[in-house]
Antibody, heavy 117, light 108 residues
């Protein structure tokens, strides 16, 4: 059964870089032609797509985040990662990773990242 | 525009039928998916490709789409269906993912 699990710091200081990793288990991240995506949800608000990466390494991200987003994939570790630089309080959110087949399923449990000094 | 519009709040009486809608140009010629999210939980896929229900999702959930509007219908709503529901689709470029603003469903 495919499962995803986010990991990373729960607290990031303003102007620094948020770094999260999504560990994939139950399937090889490189053997299946899917996208692997990141979605976030600010407290009390709706879902917002951050971006996704194909198993080939091709990436797309939400233009609203401009050039702050980097998504990478490590097939040797069966995981993919998110980096968001120059964070502000507006980046405080629960961050989810999910397999993207044109629809998101399954999802990780999510990780709350707070941006605060 | 690639935005998707959902009614913010909808209520339904226990056992009755409710239709949640999602509207936007991004739905024309593309597929919608629906997600159920309960407090403190990750979203759960409840419908995809407009008309497909994942295994484990009760058959009281059904989906449809026409033009710029996608719908999720719950026939015989149960107390456990009370949740936030989000629609989602890619925009016409095929790359940008758009979520609707979400509908808070209350089962009375």
């Amino acid at each position: 059964q495919l499962q995803l699990q986010e990991s990373g710091p729960g607290l990031v200081r303003p102007s620094e870089t948020l770094s999260l990793t999504c560990n994939v288990s139950g399937a090889s991240i490189s053997s299946i032609s899917y996208y692997w995506g990141w979605v976030r949800q600010p407290p009390g608000k709706g879902l917002a797509w951050i971006g996704h990466i194909h198993s080939s390494g091709t990436t797309y991200h939400n233009p609203s985040l401009k050039s702050r987003v980097t998504i990478s994939i490590d097939t040797s570790k069966n995981q993919f990662s998110l980096k968001l630089n120059s964070v502000t309080a507006a980046d405080t959110a629960v961050y989810y990773c999910a397999r993207d087949r044109g629809w998101f399923d399954p999802w990780g449990q999510g990780i709350l990242v707070t941006v605060s000094s | 525009s690639s935005e998707l519009t959902q009614d913010p709040v909808v209520s339904v009486a226990l056992g009755q039928t409710v239709r949640l809608t999602c509207q936007g140009d991004g739905l024309r010629g593309s597929y919608a998916s629906w997600y159920q999210q309960k407090p403190g939980q990750a979203p759960l896929l409840v419908f995809y490709l407009n008309k497909n229900r994942p295994s484990g999702i009760p058959d009281r959930f059904s989906g449809s789409s026409s033009g710029d509007t996608a719908s999720l219908t719950i026939t015989g709503a149960q107390a456990e269906d009370e949740a936030d529901y989000y629609c989602y689709s890619r925009d016409t470029s095929g790359n940008r993912v758009v979520f609707g603003g979400g509908t808070k469903l209350t089962v009375l």
